[in-house]
């Protein structure tokens, strides 16, 4: 995307993470910790689910149309926007670390998992502020076991999972308005933001089919971090 698209993604972005825009319960939380309602400031990785939902008049923005349209590219027709997410890692955190996992781990099971998560970058993205690392070929394997990283899903929404001794991870850099994409399979994580002044930004958009999306609002999966602990505790993760 280019300079001038990226600064009007940015000018919503950081009226969110000014607090500006109101967002509910969790889902305005430390993704490191799972505080929330407190100083975002001290927040090692703010994380903000559902901004579209939160601020209408951003769906259709253009890197919406952009996922859109990538996703129609890598899957087919019929798919749509399941959830999107900020995530900002605050500069000086060697803590702001997203641990390993598949995403399907966090979702429920469905008949079609199609999915194409697309990654845009707000800031330049790099091993040093914590970008992005993937495993080359996971997305061939079944979901592997993930647990809470703190005690259960009430207390904890992040999920982990172990590396075996066999699995290399590789970095991808990306510079501001770059984009990657993965699928519900990639296992992917990333380390902490080691930069002294550089925030690590970033906007998800994850598209999957409307049979799907349909399906999980029918059992009542919306991806929000306020859904219930019956719903949190039926995610695939918890059962590979």
Not at 173 to 195: A, P, Q
Request: hydrophobic share 30%.
């Amino acid at each position: 995307m280019s300079p001038e698209e990226m600064n009007e993604i940015e000018d919503v972005y950081e009226r969110f993470l000014r607090g500006e825009i109101h967002v509910v319960g969790k889902d305005f939380n430390d993704m490191t910790t799972g505080e929330h309602g407190t100083d975002p400031r001290g927040y090692a990785v703010v994380n903000v689910m559902l901004p579209r939902k939160y601020y209408p008049q951003w769906q259709g923005n253009l890197f919406e149309r952009r996922a859109q349209s990538i996703a129609e590219q890598l899957c087919g027709e019929g798919m749509t926007i399941d959830f999107d997410q900020l995530l900002a890692k605050s500069p000086g955190r060697p803590d702001a670390i997203f641990h390993w996992h598949q995403d399907q781990a966090y979702w429920i099971d469905t008949d079609d998992r199609r999915t194409a998560t697309c990654w845009l970058a707000v800031d330049d993205s790099t091993v040093e502020n914590g970008c992005m690392q993937f495993l080359p070929g996971s997305h061939l394997e079944p979901v592997r076991r993930h647990r809470p990283l703190h005690g259960d899903r009430s207390s904890s929404h992040t999920l982990v999972t172990d590396l075996q001794p066999h699995d290399v991870m590789r970095p991808v850099e990306i510079s501001r308005g770059d984009i990657t994409v993965h699928n519900e399979g990639v296992l992917h994580g990333s380390g902490g933001n080691y930069s002294a002044s550089s925030y690590r930004r970033a906007y998800i958009v994850a598209l999957r089919s409307q049979s799907t999306v349909a399906e999980e609002r029918r059992r009542g999966f919306t991806h929000s971090h306020n859904d219930g602990g019956e719903v949190l505790n039926a995610v695939d993760g918890l059962h590979a």
